[in-house]
């Protein structure tokens, strides 16, 4: 069983940054990595993924150029730095871990409680 725990949440305003971190007790090493952002009433997005085969990113195109997703294994870590953040970013944002990458939540191993952010001045 992998816990995860998403951190770095919070307010900020409108083109501020924040970093989100995803920690698990027990090794990340081979899992795919997702993360998901969920608006209220609405089903969660996937807009960002790790392989755990080969280590490529990807990034949904409403993120792509602001936000960076990167993994240190010795922490068992996963981080998601977000710039330039836009009032529409503000979400629970959770991460998930998994064999592979996928856009759908139900395909995934495991998923935190995930961290509110907002975005918003």
């Known amino acids: 069983q992998v816990q995860l725990v998403e951190s770095g949440g919070g307010l900020v305003q409108p083109g501020g940054s924040l970093r989100l971190s995803c920690t698990s007790e027990?090794?990340?090493?081979?899992?795919?990595i997702g993360w998901f952002r969920q608006f209220p009433g609405k089903e969660p997005e996937g807009f960002s993924c790790?392989?755990?085969?080969?280590?490529?990113?990807l990034y949904a195109d409403s993120v792509k150029g602001r936000f960076t997703l990167s993994r240190d294994d010795a922490k068992n870590t996963v981080y998601l730095q977000m710039t330039n953040l836009k009032s529409e970013d503000t979400a629970v944002y959770y991460c998930?871990?998994?064999?592979?990458?996928?856009?759908?939540?139900?395909?995934?191993?495991?998923r935190g409680q995930g961290t509110q952010v907002t975005v918003s001045s």
């Open positions: 998930t871990a998994g064999a592979k990458c996928s856009p759908r939540p139900n395909e995934w191993h495991y």
């Open positions: 790790v392989d755990g085969r080969d280590g490529s990113l």
């Open positions: 027990k090794s990340l090493n081979y899992y795919s």
